[in-house]
């Protein structure tokens, strides 16, 4: 029942993934599949995650069908995202391979939560992906989502080894796993193990879900935790879910320029020139 039933479809700024160093401005073709495995307290698209795909039958189409829709809205990336895609991995295979074969990039916005040897098969169709990188500690991650990190952590490694390029997105759900200790012990573990390259994402907790009763991520503590990341060797450290905090802009590590310059999903102005700042050739990771 799950096999070329996707519960929904859209067109995407590739900045809501979010991905800010893949295409900067590129329009998506979003997809997703009802199901998660995990079981998220905060989860805000709990109505298709919790459910089955015999709950949905709004579409029906074969992954040839899929790159069809999207050559009709003139759109040559394709995204697996808002419910977790490694939930229906035979149809997101099937898809990417022929997306590739056909000239598309392909991108994966996952939890994580997947073994090694389809992760590895997977690869050579992803051009990138982004990772929820729920907190630090197990026993946080089994209360918040009912699985564990190791696999996660596992997942991060593997991505960058195999040259999908990668971004990790951190919620910080208010009371917990929005505490100092944790943010700098992500931190910490992201910088020793090859990941200050890669942007990281804090995004800003809403109340949702089973976790109504919580307030909002206090916006200081989102600043403090981008003060901590930077601090810890973390290059490229965004603020999401909050435009008051003006915290999406890309600038260079090295001299500080605004490179690009967002409002919103809308991209305001890109300078970075052959992946280098242009004003002082620093070099920036990313697919530009």
Not at 149 to 170: D, F, H, R, S, Y
């Amino acid at each position: 029942m799950g096999y070329g039933n996707p519960c929904s479809l859209a067109i995407d700024p590739i900045e809501k993934k979010p991905l800010f160093h893949f295409l900067p401005g590129r329009k998506i073709f979003s997809m997703a599949m009802a199901g998660c495995n995990f079981s998220c307290l905060n989860c805000q698209n709990w109505e298709i995650s919790q459910s089955s795909p015999e709950d949905f039958k709004k579409y029906d189409l074969t992954p040839e069908e899929v790159l069809k829709l999207a050559e009709k809205q003139h759109v040559d990336c394709v995204a697996f995202t808002y419910t977790e895609p490694i939930v229906f991995y035979e149809y997101v295979f099937d898809v990417a391979k022929k997306a590739h074969d056909r000239g598309f990039k392909t991108v994966l916005i996952t939890n994580g939560y997947i073994n090694e040897q389809p992760l590895l098969e997977l690869c050579p169709y992803l051009d990138a992906a982004n990772v929820d990188l729920k907190c630090i500690r197990d026993d946080v991650y089994c209360r918040l989502t009912g699985g564990h990190l190791q696999p996660v952590m596992n997942t991060l490694k593997i991505l960058k080894a195999q040259g999908v390029w990668l971004e990790i997105t951190n919620l910080l759900v208010s009371g917990i796993s929005d505490c100092s200790d944790m943010i700098y012990e992500m931190c910490d573990w992201l910088v020793k193990n090859g990941f200050e390259d890669t942007p990281l994402h804090f995004s800003r907790f809403f109340p949702a879900y089973k976790l109504r009763n919580l307030k909002p991520t206090p916006e200081r503590l989102l600043l403090q935790a981008k003060k901590m990341a930077e601090a810890a060797g973390i290059k490229y450290v965004y603020l999401g879910n909050d435009p008051n905090l003006n915290g999406e802009n890309t600038f260079c590590p090295k001299c500080k320029h605004l490179l690009v310059e967002r409002s919103g999903y809308a991209i305001k102005q890109n300078v970075v020139q052959d992946g280098l700042c242009n004003l002082c050739g620093e070099s920036i990771p990313g697919v530009w």
